[in-house]
């Protein structure tokens, strides 16, 4: 039998990323599982958006699902589609859609993010702080 990985995500502290250029491009998150940190085959990222907030235009080198526990928000796709969202929600996110989410509440926004590789980057429009990056991903990206 497998060994099980358990991680309490309330206990992982958070990473603060911003934009570079752009004020409201700003969250926080921590991976909770990639690959030789639990997986093999998957990666999975807990974050938080404030109010006004939002994550910044990217695309993900691999399928993305996210599940929204709390808070409202708004999910725009490069088509100009907007989906609104909120706790209970799941949408998938194909591979190499352009998309962002923008809290729209009064409340944090907080999600959990399931990514279909043991290892991924995410292209940012916006160069992120930290480290002045347009390219983010689990910490075993480099291979």
Known sequence: MSAVFVVQTNDLPRAKVGGVD????????AFAAYGGHGTTQSSTI???????????WHTDATEET????SG?????????????????????????????????GGETLRAVAFFAA???????????????????GTPNREG
């Open 22 to 29: 752009d004020p409201a491009v700003r969250w926080a998150g």
């Open 46 to 56: 807990v974050y938080e958006i404030e109010p006004g907030g939002r994550l910044g």
């Open 66 to 69: 996210q599940y929204i526990l």
């Open 72 to 104: 409202s928000g708004e999910l725009r796709l490069e088509d100009g589609t907007k989906h609104a969202v909120g706790p209970g929600s799941v949408f998938v996110l194909p591979t190499p859609v352009r998309h962002d989410l923008v809290n729209t």
């Open 118 to 136: 043991a290892m991924f980057t995410q292209t940012f429009d916006n160069a992120m702080l930290p480290p002045d990056v347009h390219v983010l």
